[in-house]
């Protein structure tokens, strides 16, 4: 994957809502690094190509949540064989999803009924296919979340 001089953005005391904003700003650069490996995952449908990519960010990084003093975007080419948050993983999915034509979302949720603060992010396909690869999830599944915030990246 190319890389830029940006691995990973880090922030202290920062908004939700300026991490969405910084997140959703990255898909461009997601896409940049990754348009060599994205045609790897073209299959003969939108669903079997979202499976491929969900598979890899399973099979090739570990989920591990960002503390609560700093939230971390990982770019592409520093997430793949180590590890990273929802955020990171959905931004590679984003990246390769651009790069092969299909639209990405990121589909924010809260599963707590008073606050609708999101505490987790994934991506989703104008298709319907969900690609949600934190830890007890499965293929094209997303948990029953009380409120979201679908954008299109």
Request: include cysteine.
């Amino acid at each position: 994957m190319r890389a830029n001089n940006v691995d990973t953005l880090i922030k202290s005391n920062i908004s939700n809502r300026d991490i969405r904003t910084l997140l959703e700003r990255a898909v461009k650069y997601a896409a940049y690094q990754t348009s060599d490996i994205a045609p790897m995952f073209k299959r003969g449908n939108e669903t079997a190509t979202c499976q491929a990519i969900y598979n890899f960010i399973r099979s090739n990084v570990k989920y591990v949540p960002d503390g609560f003093s700093y939230q971390a975007i990982k770019a592409p080419p520093r997430l793949v064989g180590s590890f990273g948050d929802c955020k990171s993983m959905s931004l590679l999915a984003a990246g390769i999803l651009k790069n092969l034509g299909i639209q990405p979302y990121f589909r924010y949720v809260s599963y707590n009924n008073a606050d609708k603060t999101p505490t987790h992010v994934y991506v989703v396909t104008k298709g319907g296919c969900i690609i949600d690869a934190v830890d007890g999830t499965t293929f094209n599944t997303e948990l029953p979340y009380s409120h979201q915030i679908t954008k299109a990246v």
